[in-house]
């Protein structure tokens, strides 16, 4: 079977031509674009007219947007999650940050990492942001780059679990759940910086906050 991708009104349309079953088509020379649009139309109809149902079925595969769900029996039958540099900055600020937390609160704070990527007032780069101010007195932004204790992954599996979830976020995953937040704490403590900043969503026991442009 030979097999012809069309373009037509923005859709690929897929013609199959099956020896003397799927005989050549005439399309009209005509100048009326209304014609030559007809003829193209009918042409086509015919010829899907024989393909197998198999090849008609066939769906596009979803984004990774269409398809996240925030629960860990969804998270559990993700692949291995693996990259490179950034990607074990993001996996690892996670399981220190938020292992403790839901699917969904995991995903929260991989948002505030990546919307402070995409600010001008913070670094570039996910590992540029995630140990901003590291070795600095009072100037880390993520706790655990500067609390004194090695940085252990004794959890295993919580660790594979932040790691599908950063591995997503960097894939693409919607950032819809704090609103463009740059900012996160726990309930046990208030900054000042949080009387300042606009609040813009609670999850589990973070209160997340976007920093004014």
Not at 17 to 43: D, K, Y
Request: proline share 4%.
């Amino acid at each position: 079977m030979n097999v012809r991708l069309s373009w037509l009104g923005g859709m690929i349309v897929m013609l199959a031509m099956t020896g003397a079953a799927g005989a050549e088509t005439s399309v009209s020379r005509s100048n009326n674009p209304t014609e030559n649009l007809g003829s193209l139309i009918g042409a086509e109809q015919r010829a899907m007219s024989a393909l197998p149902e198999a090849l008609l079925v066939a769906k596009r595969a979803p984004s990774v947007g269409e398809r996240v769900s925030y629960n860990r029996d969804w998270i559990a039958k993700q692949p291995k999650a693996t990259g490179g540099e950034q990607f074990s900055c993001l996996a690892e600020a996670l399981y220190f940050e938020a292992r403790g937390e839901s699917i969904k609160g995991q995903f929260a704070v991989a948002e505030v990492i990546l919307n402070r990527v995409d600010s001008r007032k913070y670094p570039n780069s996910i590992c540029g942001v995630v140990n901003q101010g590291t070795g600095r007195r009072h100037a880390c932004q993520f706790s655990y780059t500067c609390d004194g204790r090695a940085d252990r992954i004794n959890e295993q599996a919580a660790y594979a679990r932040a790691a599908k979830v950063a591995r997503l976020m960097i894939d693409g995953a919607p950032r819809a759940l704090t609103y463009g937040a740059t900012h996160f704490h726990t309930t046990k403590i208030r900054p000042s910086w949080a009387r300042r900043f606009p609040n813009t969503a609670k999850i589990g026991s973070h209160l997340f906050y976007r920093q004014p442009s």
